[in-house]
């Protein structure tokens, strides 16, 4: 009971804090999420047992040039060309190798592709059109609590068939669609509520997170299994690290903001 409580108020503590930075204003966003990629940054350098401190430098430059000033569009557009092709490759490492290599080369092209410029892009997800939408990154957020959170109920109810066993055991395909289908449940929630572009846009941005959420979380339980580590951190009590809490959403991000530019150049 005391170990419920203590999650329940770390998790509540952690959601207030993320709402009220985002709706304050889009400098305090962005210097929240500058502060918590140093935090993700140091717990990701102990799984993959490295010490850099020229990763903090890049940290520090990336926030400046691409959501500080967003100097340069096509530069963010290379950018995120490289972050998806990373990302992609990292996909095809989870389910095709036994051993992610990255713990044994690479270190540097993940850590600066798969997460520091995966957290830009996340800060710029709310100002893809040129304004900055609060909105739209609470809903963003919205969906990914969503879908974790039926995916885990779903699962512990009524998960039979294991979605990667060998990575986390405790997926399962009926989590999975569960947490799809709720999230989508959602997406049309906050369609009605914020009457942002249409439902179909939510529907898909649903979809797009789900599916990239659970890869994003299933190649980070994959990275703490090769380290021999539960958690990346333990700053949150009873959620384990940062990391741990945004490992979907970080992942995601460059594949959601492709999605937010497609849209408004289709549109």
Known sequence: MRETIIRAISGLLYVSILVVSILSSELFFICLFFLIGFVCLLELEK????KSYALYVVHILFFYFFSYLKFNANATLL???ITIFVNLFLIKDLLFIRT????????????????????IFL???????????????????????????FAYLVGKNFGKTKLYEKISPNKTIEGFTGGMVFSCIA?????YITHFLNVEFWLGLAILLSIFGTLGDLIQSK?????????????????GGLFDRLDSIIFSSPFVYAYLLIINYVS
């Not at 799984?47 to 490295?50: A, C, K, S």
């Not at 713990?103 to 995966?118: D, T, V």
């Not at 990275?223 to 959620?239: E, I, N, T, W, Y």
């Open 123 to 149: 800060t710029l997800i709310p100002t893809y059109s040129g304004t900055f939408n609060p909105e739209l990154i609470v809903g963003v957020f919205v969906l990914i609590w969503t879908n974790d959170t």
């Open 79 to 81: 950018l995120l060309l």
């Open 223 to 239: 990275f703490k299994r090769q380290a021999g580590v539960k958690d990346s951190g333990k700053l949150m009590p009873g959620h």
């Open 187 to 191: 997406g049309c929630f906050l369609f």
């Open 100 to 119: 992610i290599p990255v713990f044994e080369k690479k270190k540097y092209i993940i850590l600066i592709f798969y997460l520091i410029s995966s957290i």
């Open 47 to 50: 799984l993959l047992r490295l």
